[in-house]
Structures are given as structure tokens and as C-alpha cells.
């Protein structure tokens, strides 16, 4: 309700909130997956309704908590981002995505065959298989929809970074429950209620949103506390 969002092309934007917030709805606008009531969404200028349906979603890419691997081996199920994909463009979309290390464990490596819905792989390895998946698309906009809830923060990290290296003409937004996965994002959206709370970077959003503030001290608070700490000590020392 009463959205005003514009995003410019190449930004990187984070949308944090909690559960119910209507993040995913948001993000769900942009390949028509829902379409407005009023007002409209406009991708280049032009409302998303007067796009083909096929040439809108071919040019967005959507990166889900929960996605879809098929029956079929690990490049198979990469080349469905892009089937004329060469073996080094697959061996670099996996390694953006820090699926490479772990398929180089396996006996067969990219020719693992992976049963369907990816039960012989476990919620994190499925989830930057789906990542590299669609960096190979190459995708004017790319949608991240919690979609590394399953890995640790330092290869979160490292994912983020990949992307800004490899498309960084490529307009991304990054849903996520952790403050640490947007925190280097151009802009934060903080969603409350269906409703845009605020906007601004990381640093602004500590100094001046209750929302944001809470989320992050929650998610930090035995290293805040640490800080805390530390800082009284040095003042009974002076």
C-alpha cells in the first residue's frame, strides 16, 4: 500500500522486515508473478503490463529460499539459466556462487547426477547451485528472495561480492532476514505492514530506524555486548 519505489539500473537494494511485511510480494511485482490494483510498476520506463510475458521474465532472474533442482547432473541443472552455456561459463557462475568447491568434492563433479528436487543435496549446496543457475542467465534484474538463509555469513558474503564483479550493470534486490546480507547494499528498504517504513544505507537505518536498529542489535548482540563491555572497562581504566 501507498509504494513509492524508484531503483536505479545497476543499484544493489536490500529489503528487510519481518515476516508478513510483504517483501516477497514486492519483489514479485517486477516479473508479474502478481500484478498491481492501481498505480503500476515500470521496468526502462515502460509499465511491466505492456512487456510479452516471456521477454520480461527472460530478462529477470528470481532466486527463492525454496527453489527447484531437476532430475539430471549438476551442469544440466545449471544450463537452465542459459542451455548454450559453455563449460567455463558454468565453472565460473558456480565459483561466483561458492557451489564450486563443494561439486569438486564429488566423484563425478559437474556430472553428478542430482535426483529430483535435489534430495541428494543438502538446503545450502541446493541453494548457490539455484544462485549460479542464474548468474549464467545473465539477467538485466536479478531478485534474491532469502535465498542464502542456508549458508554461513562468510560465504553469503563472498556471494555478494561475486555479483558485483561479475554483473555489475545488472540491478539487484536482495531480500533477507539477516541485516548482514544487505548491510553493503546502495539502499535498504525496510517493509513494515505491507507499507515502506524507510530507506536509506546501513548507517543511516542504525541511526535513525527502530525497526532496523532492533533487527540488528538482535542479530549482534553477543558482539554489541562484547563492545559494550570493552568500552566500560577502558573507561574505569582512564
Same mark, same amino acid.
Given at each position: 500500500r501507498g509504494i513509492d519505489l524508484h531503483i536505479r539500473s545497476g543499484e544493489v537494494i536490500? !529489503?528487510?522486515? @519481518?515476516?508478513?511485511s510483504a517483501k516477497s510480494t514486492l519483489v514479485q511485482? &517486477?516479473?508479474?508473478?502478481?500484478? !498491481?490494483?492501481?498505480? @503500476?510498476?515500470? !521496468?526502462?520506463?515502460?509499465?511491466?503490463?505492456?512487456?510479452?510475458?516471456?521477454?520480461?521474465?527472460?530478462?529477470?532472474?528470481?532466486?527463492?529460499?525454496?527453489?527447484?533442482?531437476?532430475?539430471?547432473?549438476?551442469?544440466?541443472?545449471?544450463?537452465?539459466?542459459?542451455?548454450?552455456?559453455?563449460?567455463? +561459463?558454468?565453472?565460473?557462475?558456480?565459483?561466483?556462487?561458492?557451489?564450486?568447491?563443494?561439486?569438486?568434492?564429488?566423484?563425478?563433479?559437474?556430472?553428478?547426477?542430482? +535426483?529430483?528436487?535435489?534430495?541428494? !543435496?543438502?538446503?545450502?549446496?541446493?541453494?548457490?547451485?539455484?544462485i549460479a543457475r542464474a548468474l549464467l542467465k545473465r539477467p538485466k534484474i536479478l531478485i534474491l528472495d532469502d535465498s542464502t538463509s542456508a549458508v554461513d555469513t562468510k560465504t553469503d558474503r563472498l556471494i555478494r +561480492?561475486?555479483?558485483?564483479?561479475?554483473?555489475?550493470?545488472?540491478?539487484?534486490?536482495? &531480500?533477507?532476514?539477516?541485516?548482514?546480507?544487505? +548491510?553493503?547494499?546502495?539502499?535498504?528498504?525496510v517493509m513494515d505492514s505491507g507499507t515502506i517504513n524507510d530507506i536509506g544505507t546501513h548507517e543511516e537505518l542504525l541511526r535513525r530506524n527502530a525497526i532496523y536498529r532492533e533487527v540488528y542489535l538482535s542479530q549482534n548482540k553477543q558482539s554489541h555486548d562484547e563492545r559494550e563491555l570493552g568500552e566500560l572497562e577502558v573507561s574505569a581504566d582512564e
Open positions: 536490500g !529489503v528487510i522486515g @519481518s515476516t508478513g511485482l &517486477i516479473p508479474r508473478l502478481y500484478d !498491481v490494483t492501481e498505480g @503500476s510498476v515500470r !521496468v526502462g520506463g515502460r509499465d511491466v503490463r505492456d512487456y510479452d510475458l516471456e521477454t520480461l521474465r527472460d530478462a529477470v532472474a528470481m532466486v527463492l529460499q525454496k527453489n527447484v533442482l531437476f532430475s539430471g547432473t549438476i551442469a544440466e541443472n545449471l544450463r537452465w539459466g542459459n542451455e548454450h552455456a559453455t563449460d567455463e +561459463e558454468v565453472l565460473e557462475a558456480a565459483r561466483l556462487a561458492q557451489a564450486d568447491e563443494f561439486v569438486q568434492t564429488f566423484p563425478n563433479k559437474y556430472d553428478t547426477y542430482i +535426483e529430483q528436487g535435489g534430495t541428494n !543435496v543438502s538446503g545450502g549446496q541446493k541453494q548457490r547451485l539455484c +561480492e561475486g555479483f558485483r564483479n561479475y554483473l555489475p550493470e545488472t540491478t539487484k534486490v536482495i &531480500i533477507a532476514q539477516r541485516t548482514s546480507s544487505v +548491510e553493503d547494499a546502495d539502499r535498504i528498504v
